[in-house]
């Protein structure tokens, strides 16, 4: 496992572990010049204290690079400490760096060089060894080798751990923070979904009676104040559909969310249109009841339906078919035939058509939407309708 990214150490922390490593030699350089004969340090040891201090000053020096250059730094302390048994502490430093990084072949090579180092520093010096000792010569510094190898393999296991506990909260914070922004998205979407089925409706049977005051001018009293009516009637109604709409998406506990219409408010749909000056006919050919999700889509496509008639094709006659039966399909179509009159531009909101496809696909079904060849348009809508008590019988 590759852990070469290791984070970057301050100043302090560089400072305390290199006097850590300069106090780990003390003990081992004092023990040698206590072992030296009497007399020595004068003469052929007096590399003790000359060459030795100032060699262990060098590794020390050479571990401030060990996180750039952690391979020759390692090997350069470990060779170097063959001369300096005050280096011995550096070196087990290097070891430990090097170790870190848990690589096999890096870290056995260190240690083999850190082991036959200690043999070669005790050369140096005059020391007699007891008979037999041999092996505890060996075994020492191979032993203090496997602490600090033990060590360092330890402390890079704990980077790794804490590396990837970092970049999981990291992953967790992006996924939290793409959840919110989808969570946005799909609020407004739904905003705006909400606001164009209830309100887009209504207005555009508003402002097609507004056209028709505005552009006929033969209509008499009687007709004019029926259609002023109507124009009244329908912002009134457009308002309490907006106070209801705000007041569920503002989860106003107060407010209860209004009833969802369904197949069954279809016939009020179609005369609230005739009112406005739609010509609607409207057959139905269903038996039974379909489920709230397949009624309230039928509702919704052919209130879309109007909607577009009503922008798109004033004047024009628009006839419903609404059929099906429990364990087939639920069938609808909005036609209506061209415009006889002028059509008023009204905004497009961009949402009615597209609001459409996605009701109609969350609940299992297909929309098709196209102009006929006499110059009208179509809208079909086709809603699974599965028959659940045979399912539950079953």
């Known amino acids: 496992m590759n852990t070469d990214i290791a ?52 590794c020390l020096t050479a571990l401030l690079w060990r996180r750039r250059f952690p391979l020759t730094v390692a090997m350069a302390v470990a ?37 036959a180092a200690s043999q070669l520093a005790l050369v140096l010096y005059p020391i007699e060894s007891p008979p037999g000792s041999m092996w505890l010569q060996l075994a020492l510094p191979t032993l203090s080798a496997g602490i600090g190898v033990a060590i ?31 969570a946005r998205a799909l609020e407004r979407n739904r905003i705006a979904r909400e606001m164009h089925d209830v309100l887009a ?21 009687e007709e004019n104040r029926m259609l002023i009516r109507g124009i009244a009637d329908g912002s009134h109604q457009a308002l309490e559909e907006l106070r209801d709409v705000l007041g569920v998406l503002r989860a106003d506990p107060g407010r209860p969310e209004p009833p969802q219409p369904s197949l069954d408010r279809i016939p009020e749909l179609v005369a609230d249109a005739r009112t406005s000056g739609l010509h609607v006919t409207l057959t139905t050919t269903v038996t039974g009841k379909p489920s709230d999700v397949v009624g309230r889509t039928c509702y919704r496509g052919i209130q879309e339906g109007l909607t577009n008639a009503a922008k798109h094709a004033p004047g024009a006659h628009v006839h419903i078919t609404v059929e099906g039966t429990v364990g087939d399909e639920l069938r ?4 209506n035939s061209p415009a006889t009159t002028t059509a008023t531009q009204l905004p497009a909101s961009g949402f009615g058509l597209l609001g459409l496809a996605e009701r109609i696909t969350l609940a299992g079904g297909k929309l098709s939407h196209h102009p006929t060849p006499d ?3 179509v ?9 659940h008590d045979h399912e539950k019988r079953s």
Do not use: K
């Open 201 to 221: 409706h209504r207005i555009s049977l508003v402002a097609m009676q507004a056209g028709v005051l505005d552009h006929r001018g033969n209509r008499t009293t």
């Open 332 to 335: 609808v179509s909005v036609r």
């Open 152 to 182: 360092g393999v330890a402390i890079g296991a704990r980077r790794v751990e804490v590396r990837s506990l970092r970049e999981r909260a990291e992953s967790a914070e992006r996924e939290q923070t793409a959840r919110a922004a989808q």
């Open 375 to 377: 110059g009208g348009y």
């Open 7 to 58: 984070p970057r150490l301050g100043g302090w922390q560089q400072t305390w572990r290199l006097v850590a490593a300069a106090a780990l030699g003390i003990p081992l350089w004092l023990a040698t010049g206590a072992a030296l004969p009497r007399g020595c340090a004068t003469d052929s040891c007096s590399w003790l204290v000359t060459g030795d201090p100032l060699v262990a000053l060098g």
């Open 79 to 115: 060779i170097a400490s063959s001369a300096s048994t005050l280096a011995i502490g550096a070196a087990l430093l290097a070891l430990c760096s090097i170790s870190a990084r848990r690589r096999p072949v890096e870290i056995g090579v260190v240690a083999l060089v850190y082991v």
């Open 379 to 387: 809208l079909t809508a086709q809603l699974p309708w599965p028959n």
